[in-house]
């Protein structure tokens, strides 16, 4: 019987010294979540589209099999069936009870209405959405983008902190024919005159014309030394173009120019490619990425003179949308009233995930008025 009694006894304290030090090192909450009576599914497009396939990885490397991931098609815009098969296929599940969709690309709103026939309990909470804002906020539970409106205010704020004097806003006829540029642009107009900084419009090839995207890099090439020279280095440069930003990036380096942001204002965007940093075995990795930018910086004789988001806002928004649904499905919360999710726990898990300085608004739209579960965010710069 006391044989009995000291074993029963020292498993019980190995049993105790293995929890505490689970504990301690954050293992028992993660073993935990791997083991949740629930899955949360996050919908992407591939490596080749976006730093949010890396977003996906993360997320799904520390909290383990309650995620599951899948990839829309690279050719979404001309295959839209696949993107409703592939939600509707991870919908099929009974244990996914939240669906993250970044980006959320033409198809989302669909494809959650048809799953929404078979499965009305899945909480879908879309980011960076390529659709109409009224469209995809009548279906997704929660939406989530970048303040556009509000980025024009911010960049030239941004620029001014840098001392420019002048402001050059380069486009073309099609995008400004878009709403959300034609507003940004108005944005910038409208803070340039307030600051005392000379806007000035600068009109390129489309890169969907008959030049494509190397003769819209090309005119970035050929024509932005001729605004240096003539307005001087404190003028910052802002393309409305993703595909131009490499080239404008590298050349504002070059000519010792004022760089404030992207269009897309993350690290992910331009910077690798227009300074050859190399992301091999550091797909994802924010930090690192952004210690090669400062150094390349360093090496133009650039600091402080070029800058970015402090985060990539897709990946932010996959984090704090799989934040929020764990602590969803584990019953940390509950609903507002009148709405399917609990709207003070997700900004503040998008806050947190942001830093000290994110903004989040409600996106308020011409004909439709505010969408109450839309919402816009803002984040803080890093400069370099």
Known sequence: MKKVFSLILALAMVFAFTSCKNADTGEEEDKAQKQAPYKIGIITGSAAQGEEYYGAENVKEKYGDIIVTATYPDDYSIEIKKVTDTVSKMAEDPDVKVIIFVQAVPGASAAIEQVRETRDDIIFICGA???????????????????????????????????????????????????????????????????????????????????????????????????????????????????????????????????????????????????????????????????????????????????????????????????????????????????????????????NIGGEGTTVEKYEEEESGTLDNYYVILCPYRNF
């Open 129 to 351: 959405t390529n659709e109409d804002p009224s469209t995809i906020a009548s279906q997704a539970d929660v939406v989530l983008h970048v303040d556009e409106e509000g980025m024009g205010t911010a960049m030239v704020d941004q620029a001014a902190a840098k001392g420019a004097k002048t402001f050059v806003h380069i486009s073309f006829q099609r995008h400004l024919g878009y709403d959300d540029v034609t507003a940004q642009r108005e944005q910038i107009i409208k803070r340039c005159e307030e600051l005392n900084i000379e806007f000035v419009e600068a009109e390129a090839p489309d890169p969907t014309g008959s030049e494509g995207i190397e003769g819209a890099k090309q005119w970035i090439d050929e024509n932005i030394p001729d605004y240096v020279e003539q307005y001087g280095k404190d003028t910052a440069f802002f393309c409305t173009s993703c595909s131009m930003q490499s080239a404008l990036i590298r050349r504002c380096a070059e000519l010792g120019a004022i760089f404030p942001q992207q269009r897309c204002p993350s690290p992910y965007h331009g910077y690798p490619e227009a300074f050859s940093i190399s992301l091999d075995d550091h797909e994802g990795d924010t930090e690192y990425l952004m210690g090669q930018i400062e150094e390349k910086a360093e090496d133009y004789g650039m600091t402080g003179r070029m800058s970015t988001w402090s985060v990539s806002p897709n990946m932010m928004m996959i984090e704090a949308a799989v934040k929020y649904a764990i602590g969803w499905c584990d019953g940390n919360f509950q609903a507002d009233e009148g709405r399917t999710y609990n709207e003070t726990a997700l900004l503040e898990e998008i806050k």
